[in-house]
């Protein structure tokens, strides 16, 4: 199989990870952080080290980082732990649901205002030309909220520029990550974010249900937790204690989960997310270009700083029937609308095909596919 | 002098009393993480010994573990 279905989970997984979780179901075989024996604190030690080292990656502390089950449940308590009566949230087109239904929903309370920035050209200034005006205006924006790489177009936005003007007006900022670490290494505090939220299942190469959130050390609203349940400390207070990341972190933590996202990053420092940006721009050319040139096809493909993703839709056809004919072909994409519904209108698409590659795929599989593509094309 | 003692540093959870072993451990300081019952419930910190306990203190203080 030839798979081109990053986007929603990285497949193969290097070595090391699946390494990492045989190793942590012998190894890590207790429950960190409740009792103090010598399995237990083994345990808590291999979840430690996690920590720190996703912590070293984003540029914040360890108890900075709380992990999650996934990128959604990473953004749910950073939206509804952090936004008050009265915000006023800007976004993009360009986020997923996991970033799109939390706000919907504080705004149908009457928590919130949410309104979008422009990302119509595709042009970073235009984008921050629209921030500044709307910090300018009489209904300043309180907080931010935007992907750092979209999930329907591969499309990179301009965090450390939107960062710095948030930092500099005292705007609240949340990142999605989701769809940008590992071909980047996002600094919190470089990028002016107070909230990085991410899978730890793309990119970062762990397996599913793994995930975190990052606070900057300079973080202006530490999120109140969502979940609320036993942390192995302060048991007879009523609340959840206040020191993080124990506050964000009732139940057991999926530690199998962490530690593959332990070697995950390892992978990636080791590979450099430089040379994966690389390598995944390089292939998404080829797969663009490619397409480009097969009548009957079209490509919404912007110019600028996008790696990753491609997507398509062939002339005459539903785009998850392109996706299943594709299937035929052992093919792994994936069509429809990305759960990105604004992105897709935005392109004013009923949906498309997203192939979707790693730095694991290659050139021969790229040409493969295009064969495949062309060969539907023709209705062969 | 300060008197050297053995004694346990309170510091909330386990991933400040993590942090705070592998300071100590940097700066030569024998330590244990450990877990004893308070008030509140059970609390994790580290046991320290022969040392005097207002320079680690300061010294945890000084690089923001437990919010000591």
Same mark, same amino acid.
């Given at each position: 199989?030839?798979?081109?279905? @990053?986007?929603?989970? +990285?497949?193969?997984?290097?070595?090391?990870?699946?390494?990492?979780?045989?190793? %942590? !179901?012998?190894?890590?075989?207790?429950?960190?952080?409740?009792?103090?024996? *010598?399995?237990? +604190?083994?345990?808590? /030690? %291999?979840?430690? *080290?996690? $920590?720190?080292?996703?912590?070293?990656?984003? @540029?914040?502390?360890?108890?900075?980082? +709380?992990?999650?089950? @996934?990128?959604? /449940?990473?953004?749910?308590?950073?939206?509804?732990?952090?936004? $008050?009566?009265?915000?006023?949230?800007?976004?993009?087109? =360009?986020?997923?649901?996991?970033?799109?239904?939390? =706000?919907?929903?504080? #705004?149908? #309370?009457?928590?919130?205002?949410?309104?979008?920035?422009?990302?119509?050209?595709?042009?970073?200034?235009? !984008?921050?030309?629209?921030?500044? #005006?709307? =910090?300018?205006?009489?209904?300043?924006?309180?907080?931010?909220?935007?992907?750092?790489?979209?999930?329907? !177009?591969? =499309?990179?936005?301009?965090?450390?520029?939107?960062?710095?003007?948030?930092?500099?007006k005292n705007v609240f900022f949340v990142v999605d990550g989701s769809q940008g670490l590992g071909s980047s290494r996002i600094d919190v505090e470089a990028c002016g974010i107070d909230i990085l939220c991410t899978s730890g299942h793309k990119g970062l190469y762990g397996i599913t249900g793994s995930g975190f959130m990052a606070l900057s050390r300079k973080c202006r609203r530490k999120p109140e937790p969502l979940i609320f349940g036993g942390t192995g400390i302060a048991s007879r207070e009523k609340g959840m204690p206040d020191g993080y990341p124990e506050r964000l972190e009732a139940g057991t933590l999926g530690v199998v989960g962490i530690e593959s996202l332990g070697a995950g !990053? #390892?992978?990636?420092?080791?590979?450099?997310?430089?040379?994966?940006?690389?390598?995944?721009? +390089?292939?998404?050319?080829?797969?663009?270009?490619?397409?480009?040139?097969?009548?009957?096809?079209?490509?919404? %493909?912007?110019?600028?700083?996008?790696?990753?993703?491609?997507?398509?839709?062939?002339?005459g056809r539903q785009c998850d029937e392109t996706a299943s004919l594709l299937d035929g072909f052992d093919i792994a994409s994936r069509g429809g609308l990305h759960c990105s519904p604004l992105a897709h209108s935005f392109l004013n698409t009923d949906g498309a095909v997203r192939l979707s590659v790693s730095h694991f795929n290659t050139e021969a599989e790229c040409q493969t596919v295009l064969s495949a593509i062309s060969h539907i094309t023709r209705g062969l | 002098m300060a008197n050297k003692e053995s004694f346990f540093i309170s510091l909330g959870g386990?991933?400040?009393?993590?942090?705070?072993?592998?300071?100590?451990?940097?700066? &030569?300081?024998?330590?244990?993480?450990?877990?004893?019952?308070?008030?509140? &419930?059970?609390?994790? &910190?580290?046991?320290?010994? &022969?040392?005097?306990?207002?320079s680690v203190v300061s010294l945890l203080r000084a690089n923001g573990i437990g919010g000591i």
């Open positions: 199989m030839i798979y081109m279905d @990053n986007g929603a989970t +990285s497949y193969p997984k290097p070595e090391a990870v699946t390494l990492a979780v045989k190793r %942590a !179901l012998d190894g890590c075989i207790a429950n960190p952080g409740r009792a103090s024996h *010598r399995e237990a +604190s083994r345990t808590a /030690m %291999a979840v430690f *080290r996690v $920590r720190e080292r996703a912590a070293d990656f984003v @540029n914040t502390e360890p108890e900075y980082i +709380s992990f999650t089950h @996934n990128a959604t /449940m990473a953004l749910n308590v950073a939206l509804f732990g952090t936004l $008050r009566k009265g915000d006023r949230v800007l976004t993009t087109p =360009l986020e997923h649901n996991s970033v799109l239904r939390p =706000l919907y929903r504080m #705004e149908r #309370e009457g928590r919130i205002t949410l309104d979008f920035l422009d990302v119509s050209t595709y042009d970073e200034n235009v !984008l921050c030309k629209d921030l500044l #005006e709307r =910090l300018e205006g009489d209904e300043k924006p309180t907080v931010v909220v935007m992907t750092h790489t979209s999930n329907v !177009l591969g =499309l990179r936005l301009p965090v450390e520029r939107v960062g710095a003007i948030c930092k500099d !990053l #390892e992978y990636v420092t080791s590979v450099g997310c430089d040379a994966i940006a690389e390598k995944t721009k +390089s292939l998404r050319k080829i797969l663009t270009e490619g397409l480009s040139v097969i009548p009957g096809v079209r490509v919404y %493909a912007p110019e600028s700083d996008s790696v990753s993703i491609v997507l398509f839709n062939i002339e | 386990m991933t400040q009393a993590l942090k705070a072993e592998r300071l100590l451990a940097e700066k &030569g300081i024998e330590c244990t993480v450990s877990k004893r019952s308070e008030p509140s &419930g059970c609390v994790w &910190g580290v046991y320290v010994k &022969g040392e005097a306990r207002v």
